[in-house]
């Protein structure tokens, strides 16, 4: 244990990029599954079809090679990305294709029924997604999505690999240095834990929430009939 407390300012660094990574490349995720998730639902083919063709394509091959291929491929096309804008960028689109499926799924479960509803209340197409679908999805989309994001965090150990300074690569500067494995490779196993704990902690303090929200409100809606009919 003498190395990890003598390079315990290195772990903190690489925790502090692996933090950044899962970070920015969740925020990416959400916004991609979002437009694949909606543009998958779409009437029209000009949306639908790319959609479908980009979450096959980063569902079905490696992550490390879209990495690979953001890194070292695009400069022979004359793009030269950042190791961590290549890293962000690779996590976000692949872990974005898989909660795309999510999305998809989690509206078209409620779509027939509340579409129904809203078109008999005159609600616009982008209005009644907004307001009604979209939110009342939600509930449904949250285990899920915690699962895509504390992958994405597992699949940050990646990032070392295009010279992103994260946790991994960390413990790997460590154990060249030190010559010790286990204890370094046992305290970044804990670390990971604890983030990934953290993640699915956080997933269920959201479920509870909107559940809650949702009680709230349904109670909130019996009350106004309630009143209506005393009224009447």
């Known amino acids: 244990m003498d190395a990890v407390i003598e390079y315990a300012p290195l772990l ?3 925790l502090l990029t692996t933090l950044l990574v899962t970070v920015l490349g969740g925020a990416l995720c959400l916004v991609v599954a979002f437009a694949a998730g909606l543009a998958r639902l779409s009437r029209h083919w000009i949306l639908r079809w790319p959609a479908g063709i980009f979450i096959e394509v980063f569902r079905g091959t490696s992550l490390l090679v879209q990495m690979f291929w953001l890194f070292f491929a695009l400069p022979f096309f004359g793009i030269q990305l950042h190791p961590l804008t290549a890293a962000v960028l690779a996590l976000g689109l692949n872990e974005g294709a898989y909660a795309a499926e999510v999305v998809r799924g989690a509206i078209a479960s409620r779509a027939k029924g509340q ?5 008999a209340l ?3 197409p982008a209005l009644r997604l907004r307001r009604i679908i979209i939110p009342q999805s939600i509930p449904a989309m949250l285990p899920p999505f ?4 504390v992958d994405l965090l597992k699949n940050t150990s990646l990032v070392s690999l295009v010279t992103v300074a994260d946790l ?3 413990a790997q500067m460590i154990r060249s240095t030190t010559g010790q494995t286990t204890a370094i490779f046992v305290t970044i196993l804990v670390m990971y834990f604890a983030l990934s704990y953290l993640l699915t902690l956080l997933t269920s303090w959201l479920e509870k929430r909107f559940a809650l929200d949702r ?4 109670l909130q809606k019996k009350e106004n ?3 209506k009919v005393g009224a009447a």
């Open 12 to 14: 903190w660094q690489g």
């Open 115 to 119: 579409t129904e509803a809203c078109i």
């Open 122 to 124: 005159g609600m616009e």
């Open 146 to 149: 915690g699962n895509v994001m």
């Open 168 to 170: 991994t690569f960390s």
């Open 215 to 218: 009680k709230a409100l349904t």
């Open 225 to 227: 009939t309630l009143m």
